[in-house]
């Protein structure tokens, strides 16, 4: 019997708690955003600026430059003074690392810009980074791990008036290698980014199951245990619609228009966190029961242009199922096998092998032509999956 080892190492995790802060603790996180904003915009135009001299600058090197305006022009921008130092020195980390990943895509030919798509008026090629506006940023900032710390469901930043309340004490123990504050439908989130040991479980491949993803039940596995599709965005589409027709006819950039907004922002938010929710329960489950998971590798992107299905595929989060489980899965040992989209999972009989050529897509249930079984569909496909996950892992 093969059996995953146990290993100790350390691994990056991410806790986002949801903060309760008070009106003068919301203007000093705004205030933080700003300074981390503008000094984004600098940064990029001082890069953009010198590149087009045919210079080859260096994030760090503009750092520096900004850091030494500051102290000998106490009126250049002084209002990094008044908040927590790494809010403007997160800007300069967060440039360097979307300049990397831009030249890096670049190389290797994966930054292409969609079909149709206009060019940016800038000039500059898809997917360089971009100037942030007042409006349309999400505000945050970043915060060094010197800079703040947690007490179950306190937390202290530096300049930061009083103690901000969590909804949540933070879960991991590790050494906390930083912060990042950001504001999101009205809410206010902080994602802590830890190092923790990585202890996998000894665990042998002998529980082993099928996955078939879907729209109508979420997901279905070979034990026939079936887990719903909440819908969440569905259940809000009523509401939404009204609101949107009433945003539709605000004046833009009021402060009606802004309130519509929020509460078009805030309902999305609501039927993310119920998907969100269900998915890590799913999940969750499914790592801690089973050494081995079979999954189709579906094209949820090729799915999403079929008008009928796209917003159906979407409020199912696929995607997001197959990277909780996949992440989840190392973490705790186990292992996922992705087999090919293009096997016939549903229209194969798992009793006898035949293949069901006729089978449409409305059809739940069906009785095999050549040993008269009767098979449910997604039962019958997560089974097939499950027996080409195995052959696949011991090939």
């Not at 505000?139 to 710390?149: E, I, K, M, T, Y």
């Not at 078939?212 to 969440?232: F, H, Q, W």
């Not at 329960?281 to 029961?289: C, P």
């Amino acid at each position: 019997m093969l059996l995953i080892c146990e290993l100790e190492d350390h691994i990056l995790r991410s806790h986002k708690i949801r903060l309760n802060p008070t009106s003068e603790q919301v203007d000093y996180f705004l205030k933080c955003a700003e300074v981390a904003r503008k000094t984004w915009n600098w940064a990029l135009g001082e890069y953009n600026s010198a590149y087009e001299r045919g210079e080859k600058p260096k994030v760090l090197g503009l750092k520096k430059e900004f850091n030494r305006l500051r102290s000998e022009n106490k009126d250049f921008y002084a209002e990094v003074s008044q908040v927590q130092t790494y809010a403007n020195q997160y800007a300069f980390t967060d440039l360097q690392f979307a300049l990397s990943r831009f030249f890096k895509l670049n190389k290797e030919g994966k930054l292409k810009a969609s079909p149709g798509k206009k060019p940016r008026k800038d000039g500059k090629p898809t997917g360089f980074p971009r100037f942030k506006s007042k409006r349309d940023t999400v505000p945050a900032f970043g915060v060094a791990n010197v800079a703040f710390d947690t007490d179950e469901h306190i937390l202290t930043i530096s300049k930061c008036p009083g103690v901000v309340n969590m909804a949540e004490h933070l879960r991991f123990e590790g050494k906390v290698l930083g912060a990042r504050v950001t504001q999101h439908a009205g809410y206010w989130y902080l994602s802590v980014q830890m190092e923790v040991p990585d202890t996998k479980r000894e665990r042998d491949v002998a529980s082993v199951v099928g996955v078939d993803l879907g729209i109508k039940s979420l997901a279905v596995t070979s034990d026939g245990v079936i887990y719903e599709n909440p819908r969440s965005f569905l259940k809000i589409e009523r509401k939404l619609a009204k609101i949107q027709r009433s945003f539709a006819r605000k004046k833009e950039g009021g402060k009606n228009w802004q309130k519509q907004k929020e509460k078009i922002a805030k309902l999305h938010n609501k039927a993310a966190n119920v998907r969100k929710e269900n998915l890590h329960k799913v999940t969750t489950e499914l790592t801690d029961d089973y050494s081995l998971i079979a999954i189709e590798n579906l094209n949820i992107e090729g799915m999403k242009k079929n008008r009928r299905l796209a917003k159906a595929v979407s409020d199912t989060g696929m995607s997001e199922f197959r990277r909780q489980l996949e992440y989840k899965a190392e973490t705790v040992g186990s292992k996922v096998v992705v087999i090919d989209r293009w096997y016939p999972s549903s229209r194969l009989c798992n009793s006898c092998g035949s293949k069901n050529d006729e089978l449409t897509l409305s059809q739940r249930i069906w009785e095999c032509k050549e040993c008269g079984s009767v098979n449910d569909r997604d039962i019958n496909a997560a089974l097939n999956i499950r027996d080409e996950g195995v052959a696949i892992y011991h090939k």
